[in-house]
């Protein structure tokens, strides 16, 4: 089995780890900081929060009801507590005995695999822009960057890149797995 299909099917797994380390990240955020830039060019901190708390929302829809909306709901309160509760919610409603095989995703019939290792890569790149945003940058750990960079090229093919992420970044031959990912991403680790 390749390291694609490994982490294809290992995509629970991959979230949980990477929802862990966003978790950690979390922490990092104040009021202060919401105002901030992020990696993620032209964007607030608030901005990402309320894009990563969409992500997370439409991945739990996705456990709980085989399909994704699309939709962009209003997000009110303090975004960390909650991004927090939907990062948890999210994790219970996957691991459920009824998640589902397949989900419906705007009319793609995606495997569950597929869905949550891109939700993955999604929560662990965008909790590292937290990171930065606060000014404590965390790396990603080496593992899960390792898993991750092992499907990125299936997740971001660079025809989809414009508008998604920004032109991947050179990055010394010799630096780990998780600046590889990161400058894959178009981010400067």
């Given at each position: 089995m390749t390291d694609e299909c490994a982490a294809l099917l290992g995509g629970l797994?991959?979230?949980?780890?990477?929802?862990?380390?966003?978790?950690?990240?979390?922490r990092l955020v104040s009021a202060a900081h919401l105002s901030r830039p992020t990696p993620c060019a032209g964007w607030t901190l608030a901005q990402l929060l309320a894009h990563l708390d969409?992500?997370?929302?439409?991945?739990?829809?996705?456990?709980?009801?085989?399909?994704?909306?699309?939709?962009?709901?209003?997000?009110?309160?303090?975004?960390?507590?909650?991004?927090?509760?939907?990062?948890?919610?999210?994790?219970?409603?996957?691991?459920?005995?009824?998640?589902?095989?397949?989900?419906?995703v705007g009319g793609a019939l995606l495997t569950s695999g597929i869905l949550t290792t891109a939700g993955a890569f999604e929560v662990a790149v965008h909790g590292w822009d937290v990171a930065q945003?606060?000014?404590?940058?965390?790396?990603?750990?080496?593992?899960?960057?390792?898993?991750?960079?092992?499907?990125a090229p299936l997740l971001l093919p660079e025809a989809?890149?414009?508008?998604?992420?920004?032109?991947?970044?050179p990055v010394p031959p010799f630096a780990g797995a998780s600046d590889h990912l990161l400058a894959f991403t178009g981010r400067r680790p």
């Open positions: 797994d991959l979230l949980e780890r990477a929802v862990g380390y966003t978790l950690g990240n979390l969409d992500s997370l929302l439409a991945l739990h829809e996705a456990a709980d009801l085989g399909h994704v909306t699309l939709d962009v709901p209003e997000v009110a309160g303090d975004p960390v507590l909650g991004l927090r509760a939907r990062a948890t919610g999210l994790l219970a409603a996957w691991t459920a005995a009824e998640a589902p095989d397949r989900v419906d945003a606060c000014g404590s940058p965390r790396p990603l750990p080496e593992p899960l960057a390792e898993d991750l960079l092992a499907v989809d890149r414009p508008g998604r992420f920004a032109p991947a970044v």
